[in-house]
Every structure is written in structure tokens, then in C-alpha cells.
């Protein structure tokens, strides 16, 4: 399966949540909500597709990962 992204992985956020993550940003969106932070992830054909099974391998392959 194949995820489209709107940007490359981030790999060691400490603002989205406990401990540190890797946050995986999406692409598309329908809400188009008012004042949205992220108005270009809205288009769903915009991005990039990669596959889930890489994602998911960069993530766990990085061992600072707590949240």
C-alpha cells in the first residue's frame, strides 16, 4: 500500500506528542478548515506516494523512539 506525503518523514519531533516520534506528514485533506496551518497539504494530488512498508521501516530503524 502506498501513503501519499506532503513532506519527507521528521524523524525526532519532541512537539507532537510524548517522548520523541517520527511524524508522517499526509497529503490531502477535504475540510479546508479556517485559519489551517498546513493549507498546501490540502490538494490530494500534491505530494509524493511511498510505500507503507517503508515508512514504517525508517521508523524503526531510528532507536530514539519513545513516544
Known amino acids: 500500500m502506498k501513503i501519499r506525503l506532503a513532506a519527507d518523514l521528521q524523524a525526532?519531533?519532541?512537539v507532537d506528542g510524548e517522548?520523541?516520534?517520527t511524524v508522517v506528514w499526509t497529503q490531502g485533506?477535504?475540510?479546508a478548515c479556517?485559519?489551517?496551518h498546513n493549507p498546501q497539504t490540502h490538494?490530494?494530488?500534491?505530494?509524493?506516494e511511498k510505500a507503507q512498508d517503508?515508512?514504517?521501516?525508517?521508523i524503526f530503524q531510528?532507536?530514539?523512539l519513545s513516544g
Open 12 to 14: 525526532d519531533s519532541i
Open 19 to 21: 517522548g520523541i516520534r
Open 29 to 31: 485533506c477535504p475540510h
Open 34 to 36: 479556517k485559519g489551517c
Open 43 to 48: 490538494d490530494f494530488q500534491g505530494g509524493y
Open 54 to 58: 517503508e515508512i514504517l521501516e525508517e
Open 62 to 64: 531510528n532507536p530514539i
